[in-house]
């Protein structure tokens, strides 16, 4: 892993008070990487998106949390522009920055839902990951993102499956707006916001999430501790999965273009 990831993952589990040695969390990271859904997601959202030359290009991370896809993405020459709610992520986001001297990247707190009201200017291309379903209002957000791409500007949106088993010990925390989306849902919503689908992918088939989080709780909370040792298992089986299973999974991803869409960017929805 990048120095500077782990920089950022470290701090994000200091943020999160996972007691441990900062040695030993480098070490995991290391090894194994972050022992999130998030990175497999970051990964699902790049394969749409896979050849783009991001040199020069102005980018939105919508709901950026601790801004790891900001820095993926400025490294290979994006400018980036990272929003995000929690202040608390904004700083240590931008402490790992300024430490690794990424001129090129930006996190900005403030309300994802008022993206209008932050003079962001406009956009190459945005992402929006894991948020829309904790937003009641998913389709004002949409046109607002929308609204900032330049003409041919990309959108990447990722949501969780309507289908896929929630877990209400952790649905109660994480405190949805809705509890995922059926495909056609999500195509309906991008089209409403002046926004064309062009392809579209999927995550965790035979909803191993579902059991990685339930085997974590030993009780009515999430064990973290035991959350992170279960992560390279799964992490890796539902890797596994997603490449050999050709079928919709818990996870959706979606790419989507503004006005005219680039042939070179084609491809069939496979969800």
Not at 92 to 99: E, F, L, M
Request: charge should be positive; hydrophobic fraction near 45%.
């Amino acid at each position: 892993m990048e120095p500077y990831l782990a920089d950022l993952f470290v701090a994000s589990a200091h943020d999160q008070r996972l007691r441990a040695p900062e040695w030993l969390l480098r070490a995991y990271l290391h090894l194994f990487g972050p022992p999130l859904m998030k990175p497999l997601r970051v990964r699902m959202a790049e394969r749409l998106v896979k050849g783009r030359d991001w040199r020069g290009a102005r980018v939105l991370d919508v709901g950026c949390g601790i801004g790891d896809l900001g820095f993926r993405l400025a490294v290979r020459g994006a400018d980036v522009v990272g929003v995000e709610l929690d202040p608390a992520k904004v700083t240590y986001a931008s402490r790992v920055r300024d430490r690794w001297g990424f001129r090129n990247l930006h996190f900005i707190a403030g309300d994802a839902t008022r993206l209008g009201q932050l003079g962001l200017g406009r956009f190459d291309a945005a992402f929006c990951l894991a948020l829309l379903e904790h937003v009641e209002d998913d389709i004002g957000l949409v046109r607002q993102i929308a609204a900032l791409l330049r003409p041919g500007g990309l959108l990447v949106v990722e949501v969780p499956s309507a289908a896929r088993r929630p877990i209400p010990e952790v649905e109660a925390s994480d405190g949805p707006a809705r509890p995922g989306y059926h495909p056609w849902k999500v195509e309906v919503l991008l089209a409403a916001a002046g926004l064309r689908l062009v392809s579209a992918c999927s995550l965790d088939p035979l909803g191993l999430s579902y059991f990685w989080w339930r085997c974590s709780l030993p009780g009515s909370r999430v064990d973290r501790w035991l959350y992170t040792a279960l992560a390279p298992l799964f992490q890796t089986l539902i890797r596994l999965t997603s490449a050999s299973i050709k079928r919709p999974g818990s996870e959706l991803c979606f790419l989507a273009v503004r006005d005219e869409a680039d042939d070179a960017l084609g491809g069939e929805p496979v969800c």
